[in-house]
């Protein structure tokens, strides 16, 4: 893995953000009620002794935590999860246990279920791994006519704490071992995109065949405009996996395609534990705009424009909602411009050919057409989407749109980081099969060595469908 810039992201990373480290040194005071993030950070610093002295800690003062105290009776918790900035409700919470082992804790959330098809996920690794409860951990109730879910915690044994979240979390900390177990690979590159808000790094990285006179064409690749989706993120690391893997399918990748990807584009959002979906006033996948609010996007939407004519592919990942028709399962999100939809639907095609992980997906319902369900006009309403706006930059992308990676469930099947890392795979052959294969139409662009791309340059006028 080389290093593209003097601002060396192995050095910025290992220390704590500004902004982190004054959030660690903020003075705990008591306090309680249903406030929002500062507020609530303050209720959880407080031990809660048991009757055996011992004491028990619930928290979301780290990287990615969050959840609002609302109550506590003994070991017993009402929780919910932290809106911040959110317009509406949204489910993601990342909540930390420290207690003796063993001595079991109740989570509880009232009126609205944050709990997923698969239960809670829990971490026992200070939030590296995880694993889902299950459905079976949770109990629904009423109390006082409030309908209410309820599971139970313990540290284990061996452990000096437990999370439990809505899904398991992917942060900084995970790209960084990422990167780390491809340190020695000289197709990767990793470089500082632009600084967050709170002055973050957000990285850029760079894979597959990095001559530029050599490849074909660019594939680009977003995750996490929403910052609580992070099953997108382990699907993007088994994409990047794939492309610098020691076979066939790697092999292809890194002779002939270069892949420019931005893991985090709500890099505060996600080290912060925001939900970051439907964010005031207006998310960071409405934020393609002619002046765009966040430094990740202003910079994305340069880079994409100084290589718009070589983009041969463009995919926006994303998670949808808890449950539900189009929530358990995997989905490509349709366009409205009819050529966009058939291109859309040929990669459906490939995809449904070539997979071979656990993950199911088929082209038949594994793609949403603009128009039905969520997917309407109106949902653009508060601004222009990265794929809108990719569709416009891109005018060779064969591809130019968003997935939909379920939580917890894709049609009967756990997801979870091996499974989606495994569906990451499928995606490298897919995006592969797609942009290789001859026009299926006029519509289609040929895609050809770099010396004979004669793809216009986008026009300056953005395009919303
Ligand atoms: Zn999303």
Redo the contacts with the bound molecule.
Sequence with gaps: MRLLTAVILGAALCAPSPALAAQAAAPVRPGGGASRGADAREVHGAAVPTAGGAAIHLDADYPGGNIRVLRREGGTYTLAPDLRDTEGWWFHFNVRLRAPAGLPVTLVFAEKNPLGVRGPAMSTDRGRTWRWLGKAAVRSFAAGGTPCWSFQGSVPPGAAEARFAFAPAYLESHLREWLERHRTNAMLQVAELCRSRKQRPVELLRAGCLEPQKARGVVVLTAR??AC?SMASYVLEGLLDAVLADDGLGRRWRERWQVLALPFADKDGVEEGDQG?NRAPHDH?RDYSNRPLYPEIAAWMKLGASVGPRVVFSLDL??PHIRGPWNDRVYIVGSPALAAADREKAFARALERVRRGPIPFRAADGYLPAGVAWNKPGNDAAGRSNGAWARGTFPGARFAGAM?IAYADALGVEVNAHSARAFGRDLAEAILEHVEEAPASSSANPVGPASGLTIPVNPAAPTTP
């Design positions: 405009h929403h989706e979906k996948n994303h998670c939909e």
